[in-house]
T-cell receptor, first 112, second 117 residues
Framework: DAGVTQSPTHLIKTRGQHVTLRCSPI?????VSWYQQVLGQGPQFIFQYYEKEERGRGNFPDRFSARQFPNYSSELNVNALLLGDSALYLCASSFSPNTEAFFGQGTRLTVV | AQSVTQPDIHITVSEGASLELRCNYS??????LFWYVQSPGQGLQLLLKYFSGDTLVQGIKGFEAEFKRSQSSFNLRKPSVHWSDAAEYFCAVGARGFSGGYNKLIFGAGTRLAVHP
C-alpha cells in the first residue's frame, strides 16, 4: 500500500520566490496536516485540513497558505521566501482527526 | 500552555542494553500521546500511541510506553536495543480540536539515540 507521498523531495529556491509543495494522503484518509521541521528541532504544526476545510492553523505568517482538493490531496504554498523558511516540510495524513497520523518522507526546502 | 519536554537531548546505550526515553507533557485535558521515530533525512514513523484505556501500550519494533497521569509522563522503553534503533525519537501530544479529535501534534525537541556495538 502506498503511504503518504510528497513532492518534490528536494528543492532550492531564492529569497523572495514562491514555492508549492504537494502531498497525497494514504488512500481513504481524509485529513492532511502540514509541519515544518527546522534542523535540530521537533516538527512545528502549520495547518490541518479535514474534508477540504481548514481545521487548524499554527503560528505561521500569512505567507503560508494551504488547501485540500476533492481527492484529499493537499498543497502548501509559501510566498516571499525567507532564508529562515529553509526546513524539512512534512505532510501527515489520517483517516480522521480522531485517528493516528502517518507522515510522508518530507520535502527538503533550501532558500538561498 | 501545551508543551512537551524531552529532557534528554542525546542518549548513548550499548547494543542489548535496556532503554528508557523520557517524555513529560503539559496539557489541560486527557491527552492523545504518541511516539515517533525519525532516521536521518527521513519522515516520521509512528511507534505507538495512547488514546485511552490501558496505560501500558505496545508498539512496533518491540517498544512500549506507559502513560502516568500523576506524573504527566509518557516514557518510551525497550528491553534490548538493536543497532538499527539508532535514530531520533519524538514524543508528541495531540491537542484536542473539534468533535473530540485532535487538530495538531505538539512535538518535543527530540532525543537522539546512539547505539554502541
Amino acid at each position: 500500500d502506498a503511504g503518504v507521498t510528497q513532492s518534490p523531495t528536494h528543492l532550492i529556491k531564492t529569497r523572495g520566490q514562491h514555492v508549492t509543495l504537494r502531498c497525497s494522503p494514504i488512500s481513504g484518509h481524509k485529513s492532511v496536516s502540514w509541519y515544518q521541521q527546522v534542523l535540530g528541532q521537533g516538527p512545528q504544526f502549520i495547518f490541518q485540513y479535514y474534508e477540504k476545510e481548514e481545521r487548524g492553523r499554527g503560528n505561521f505568517p500569512d505567507r503560508f497558505s494551504a488547501r485540500q482538493f476533492p481527492n484529499y490531496s493537499s498543497e502548501l504554498n509559501v510566498n516571499a521566501l525567507l532564508l529562515g523558511d529553509s526546513a524539512l516540510y512534512l505532510c501527515a495524513s489520517s483517516f480522521s482527526p480522531n485517528t493516528e497520523a502517518f507522515f510522508g518522507q518530507g520535502t527538503r526546502l533550501t532558500v538561498v | 500552555a501545551q508543551s512537551v519536554t524531552q529532557p534528554d537531548i542525546h542518549i548513548t546505550v550499548s547494543e542489548g542494553a535496556s532503554l528508557e526515553l523520557r517524555c513529560n507533557y503539559s496539557y489541560g485535558a486527557t491527552p492523545y500521546l504518541f511516539w515517533y521515530v525519525q532516521s536521518p533525512g527521513q519522515g516520521l514513523q509512528l511507534l505507538l500511541k495512547y488514546f485511552s484505556g490501558d496505560t501500558l501500550v505496545q508498539g512496533i519494533k518491540g517498544f512500549e510506553a506507559e502513560f502516568k497521569r500523576s506524573q504527566s509522563s509518557f516514557n518510551l522503553r525497550k528491553p534490548s536495543v538493536h543497532w538499527s534503533d539508532a535514530a531520533e525519537y519524538f514524543c508528541a501530544v495531540g491537542a484536542r480540536g473539534f468533535s473530540g479529535g485532535y487538530n495538531k501534534l505538539i512535538f518535543g525537541a527530540g532525543t537522539r539515540l546512539a547505539v554502541h556495538p
